[in-house]
């Protein structure tokens, strides 16, 4: 079954009592929070000027039929629209207030910049009336088919710029469901220091378990990443799922090896060089990557000034892992690099000795 269809009109207000019956983070999602504060007071802008703004699709489950979609037992799950809705709850819940320059289109004398709802529904009763009374088009999508949910999230957002990990996450079939549990893994958690909120998590995730499923370092731009996660679909799912598991090893090892937001791991571009060689490392010398690591990141920040100024004491080797950090998905790229840090760890551990 799969059925769209618009609410019955229903006020800001009526929705935001329904807040804690919606999820906005179902599985299909892309992670919340990505509107700067600007933009969110924008929308507000608009609704007090009584501008339209796009319709908002939500799952709806009150319809008293059993589905495994609502699986946390919700009565609604957005669809499209996560960024707007956030964005309007934070008005009311007075974490969002207007930009300074707001102008009040049917008032300009009126100087209601930098007020949030309560001080508006305090002082202008009846501007806050609009924004309560501010009739949102919300489109109800009736099915018990998470293929059909992850379909038309897809075709919605067809002609926004989302990235190749937020499209890959509403895919079905083994990958989206590992990667998932991948990124709930502690070291993806609280170890890694890029930012995740274009789900550079989710892309990472999947390069390693790409690597693993290949059993070498692949390519990994967003053509390969997507074209593994369409395969696994209807093949292998055996074999994904047994690279799932040695994934889920070395990360463990990751962990104890890596400080909470270390700055070791501030490229998304270096991690799945990283992994490979910990991968391959033998485990009794984990105690000292984390070390090694360091010493080389400094060794590399001053070659590249001996680089610069031509000095035939530079290390070609570090000059050469700089020059492939700059294709951080080549397959070529993956290769010299895991080669030249195992080199290097050779040697320090021999010196150590």
Known sequence: MFKVNQFEPKTLTWWYSQRSKIDLSPIYQRQG??????DKAYLVDSILNEYDIP?????DFTFGHSTSLNKKGMHYAIID??????????FFSGDLTLEPEFVYQHNKSLRLGGLGYSDIKRNYPEIADIFDNYSLS????ITDDLEKINELFI???????????????????PVPDIVRALIAHEFLKTCIAFPIKRAQNSNAATKLLLFEYNGQPAETKRVNLDKFTRKT????????????RRVFDVLNRMSGIFLPKDPLLKSSGMLPVLYWFIRNASPTSDQHIREFLNGFEIERKNNRNLAQNSSNKRDDE????????????????????????????????????
Do not use: C
Request: aromatic share 8%.
């Open 155 to 173: 075709r919605l957002n067809r002609s926004k710029p989302l990235t190749g990990a937020e499209i890959r996450n509403a895919m079905s079939g």
């Open 138 to 141: 919300i489109m109800r999508v």
């Open 33 to 38: 929070r990505l509107w700067s504060q600007t």
């Open 55 to 59: 319709k908002i699709y939500l799952a």
């Open 81 to 90: 629209g996560k960024q707007r809705l956030e964005a309007l709850f934070d």
């Open 233 to 244: 679909k209807t093949e292998d799912r055996d074999k994904v799922e047994l690279a799932s």
């Open 318 to 353: 570090l000059v050469t892992f700089d020059r492939y950090n700059r294709s951080t998905d080549d397959p070529k790229s993956h290769i010299a690099r895991y080669e030249i840090l195992s080199k290097k760890f050779a040697r320090y551990l021999k010196n150590k000795k």
